[in-house]
């Protein structure tokens, strides 16, 4: 049984995970085999088998081969975890409350960790409340659809009256602001579109 099979002959994802990152490493800096085992100390023969798998290398080994390339042991062997290709956004979780303030409540429902170029929030707008922005980034569009309530929209002088159902695509690269009509709490999704390439 080669040094990297487990018992069912399958090879050990965390050590074939350090042979690869050492093959990695090497091409990264440009060296060769020999230059590797001047500057580590192992011998040539030996990093080739690591490299190819075919030897498990001992912690000493390892550690000699992170020092050669300025790392830790911790950060030659460290395994990378897998992302979740699902992101959830909790209803309570408070990192992605926005605003709340007299006039609103603006939830993100898009995930923070991304760069994107949308961007998606729950707006609640409080009683005759009105949400003012200034013009965002060149070539940027908002997309509003109301789930309660009544709001007016109003965009570079253009007005509109939405109600429950009802969506509205408008630019938001000038100063722009949503109203509610009502006494009561609307509430409405919006999109925010960033125009690709436009400086943000």
């Not at 590797?36 to 550690?63: D, H, K």
């Not at 911790?74 to 979780?93: C, S």
Request: with cysteine; glycine share 8%; proline share 4%.
């Amino acid at each position: 049984m080669s040094q990297l099979e487990g018992e069912n002959g399958t090879v050990e994802p965390l050590h074939q995970y350090v042979c690869e990152r050492v093959r990695e490493m090497r091409k990264k800096k440009d060296w060769t085999l020999q230059q590797l085992a001047s500057i580590s100390g192992v011998s040539r023969s030996m990093l080739s088998q690591i490299e190819r798998g075919e030897a498990n290398p001992t912690l000493a080994v390892a550690y000699r081969i992170a020092q050669a390339f300025g790392m830790t042991l911790g950060e030659l062997t460290d395994f990378p975890t897998p992302q979740p290709k699902i992101d959830v956004v909790r209803h309570d979780d408070s990192a992605y409350l926005f605003r709340d303030d007299d006039v609103c409540r603006i939830r993100t429902l898009s995930p923070l960790h991304l760069e994107k170029d949308v961007e998606v929030y729950e707006l609640t707008l409080h009683g005759q409340g009105t949400l003012s922005s200034a013009p965002h980034y060149r070539g940027a569009r908002e997309v509003l659809t109301v789930r309660r309530g009544a709001v007016r929209v109003n965009s570079g002088g253009e007005k509109c009256e939405l109600r429950e159902g009802d969506s509205a695509h408008y630019p938001a690269d000038v100063a722009h602001s949503i109203e509610n009509l009502g006494p009561e709490d609307a509430i409405a999704f919006l999109v925010v579109i960033y125009h690709e390439g436009a400086g943000r």
